[in-house]
């Protein structure tokens, strides 16, 4: 799929705007910790009771919405979640996660009112500022999401997704230049990122300038080759 394309469409897809769908988004996923399934389900069916206090319940919690989420199953990742606030309702982690659940199952309201209260709870959470971008850009306010993301970049400089999403927002308001701007520091933060020379080249396409984007898609192919001939055991592993 053509960037100009889904641009064009307005990231719709059958199911209505679904910005996972989309090839340069995604909603940002930092692993809560390392964790075995067996523990935390012990840790989960024994309460509030258990030795080392409610961080421990917390962090059981978050494992377990882990993998719902990861088996697509948002409504009991937010059960999970919902019985977690109503023990501890200061855990910013836990209303930004369930946010992303609510914005899986397409319930943006709720998805949006989770974000706010995280990032009141934590106000440099940049895990909750990109979750709430990508949210406002779901609903159609570019330029809001523009402001989630450059608060994104202020509190990680280097992160791999902030400039690229808000590359997309700028693109959504028409506002070539500064998608740009943002996509050429993408590939210098990320020199070895497929993703970052796709998105520019298409871009380059969007603006005429096919001379940039036939340098920009040469680059993929280095990549791609320089990863071909990479042992399998030392190739990155693809994002999803």
């Given amino acids: 799929e053509r960037l100009a394309i889904m641009l064009s469409h307005g990231f719709k897809s059958q199911r209505g705007v679904d910005l996972q769908d989309v090839r340069y988004l995604s909603f940002p996923w930092h692993n809560p910790t390392q964790y075995k399934p067996n523990q935390l389900t012990l840790l989960h069916t024994k309460g509030p009771g258990v030795e080392g206090s409610s961080s421990w319940l917390n962090w059981a919690v978050h494992g377990i919405a882990h993998c719902l989420y990861e088996l697509s199953r948002f409504q009991d990742a937010v059960r999970e979640l919902t019985e977690s606030i109503s023990r501890d309702d200061g855990d910013a982690w836990t209303w930004t996660m369930r ?60 992160s ?30 990320n020199p070895n ?36 001939k990479q042992p399998l055991t030392e190739q990155e592993p693809e994002q999803a």
């Fill in 99 to 158: 946010g992303v659940c609510y914005a899986r199952m397409n319930v943006a309201d709720s998805a949006m009112r989770d974000f706010n209260m995280a990032l009141k709870l934590n106000p440099n959470s940049s895990w909750a500022y990109s979750c709430r971008g990508l949210a406002h850009l779901e609903q159609g306010t570019p330029a809001t999401a523009v402001e989630d993301f450059t608060q994104v970049i202020r509190i990680e400089p280097r």
């Fill in 160 to 189: 791999e997704s902030a400039y690229r999403n808000r590359a997309i927002a700028y693109l959504r308001m028409k506002n070539f230049s500064e998608a740009l701007s943002d996509l050429n520091t993408d590939v210098e933060v």
């Fill in 193 to 228: 990122k497929l993703e970052a020379y796709q998105a520019r080249a298409d871009v380059w396409c969007e603006t005429e300038d096919y001379v940039n984007a036939i340098e920009d898609y040469t680059a993929c192919l280095a990549i791609v080759s320089s990863r071909s």
